[in-house]
């Protein structure tokens, strides 16, 4: 990457308090990118959706915490609307916006260490998963984040980040014991701010278990450390790897699959995770993620994880697939299972970063209950509709397990008594599709949820959504006609208490996208 470097006039003078880290007392240098530059086009298309491209003023692209305080300071000097990007995995446009002016592309912050002074693993906010996981192993633990490989932990973290280990030992955000952030205060001046969970400003701490990235600041670090270690030992500071990973396979082939058989395997998959919710039941290490994508070869896909001690893991496996497969008439094709290191699975079966990435819209939600017979139909509907294209497809994978030990309040992400996240993600290649494939989602979804104003209202059988999913449709009256305002799907009775610390740190808003916290 050959960037240009730039001079800019570094903060003040050291903080007074602890509570700072310290603010730069020199000139800062971040690498810089303007429109003219060779690198610039390449950096504006790290985003996941095409649908989506910023063209900024200029792309800072720091290497450490000081820089891209400096990075803030040249943006909040120039009257930018700045917008900071990890790995580039956001569904929407709250870092790709037509209004950011000043784009800060961490990618570079990538590192992964032992912090001795936190007792904790610090985890650059540019890292993604797989360098995580990856460094981690190398003490033999691990962290229970996502199954896309090139998400960053920078928005991963900070919504609450779950994945094929969350049934195991909760979300990410359980793990995290701090972060290191910049923000920037009423008068404009920027910090380089600890927050911990047992020190200085936890507010902002618990702000960042599931409150979501772009709202406070800039994290540079996350300091990771499950809540039971107490920091002496690096190889007991988080969840260990897996002994194993038995990974099982089954597909329904296009020529064999119905309607009845549709609804016969995903109301026998969603019945078999509601009845083992609960923390440390007996197959909470069984991690299924369900993929319907009819226009291929295969109508139903289901990638199956069961980690841990080989015998006992092939057994639930096998106990898993029997109760999914349960009178699916004809039978689905069952591939044998092999038994893989857990990074090797990650090298085998975690998701790539696209080559290509799509336009994309996703619709999302969190399932208290399984679906009605009346909500299956809805999907099968909208599975078969001509208008679906082969790059779309709609995703089940299950919550709950150690997820639901954490009380609601507790983090910023309320989701506690859920059992499964459904995805719709319309996925498509030319701009004139846009209108067409956006509304293919969106009219699945305003029927599956169109007794209660065709969103998912937390309820007996709705839990909300998610996050790291977000779905800017939920803040417009024409797609969710309910009284429940946006960031009740999202955050529950805890948007108050986040609006208070949006208050407290960022003052200016100077961070904020669609669905970014509002001022109290």
Sequence with gaps: MSLSRR????????????????????????????????????????????????????????????????????????????AVRSGGHCFDDFVDSPDTRALIDLQRMNSVDWDHQYGAFSVSAGADL????????????????????????????????????????????DHLYGVEIVTVDSSGRSALTIATREGPNRDLWWAHTGGGGGNFGIVTRFFLRTPTSDGSDPSQALPPVPDSVVVGHLVMPMPLSSEDSFAQLLNNYLDFYARYRQPRNRYAAVFARLNFHPIIESFADLLVFSHGDGDQAYAQLDEFLTAVTSKVKPAPLVLPPVRVTYIDCIDQFYAPRPANPFRVKIKTALLRQPYSADQLKTLYRGLVDPVMTADSFVEFAPFGGMINAVAVDATAMPARDSFMKMLIHAAWREPANDEQLASWARKIYRELYSDTGFAPVPNERNGGCYINYPDPDLADPEWNTSSLPWHGFYYGSGYPRLQRIKADWDPNNNFRHRLSIEQP
């Design 130 to 173: 797989e360098t995580v996981y990856r460094e981690l192993a190398r003490w033999g633990v691990t962290i229970p984040g996502g199954i896309c490989r090139n998400v960053g932990v920078g928005g991963h973290i900070s919504g609450g980040g779950y994945g094929p280990l969350s049934r195991q030992y909760g979300l990410v955000a």
């Design 7 to 82: 001079k800019f006039l570094g903060a003040a003078t050291l903080g007074a308090t602890s509570a700072f880290v310290g603010e730069a007392a020199s000139y800062g240098d971040p690498a810089t990118a303007i429109p003219a530059d060779s690198d610039y086009n390449t950096l504006t298309l790290r985003g996941y959706n095409r649908r989506f491209i910023a063209h900024p003023d200029e792309i800072f692209v720091p290497s450490n915490a000081i820089e891209v305080q400096d990075a803030v300071d040249a943006s909040i000097r120039a009257n930018q609307r700045i």
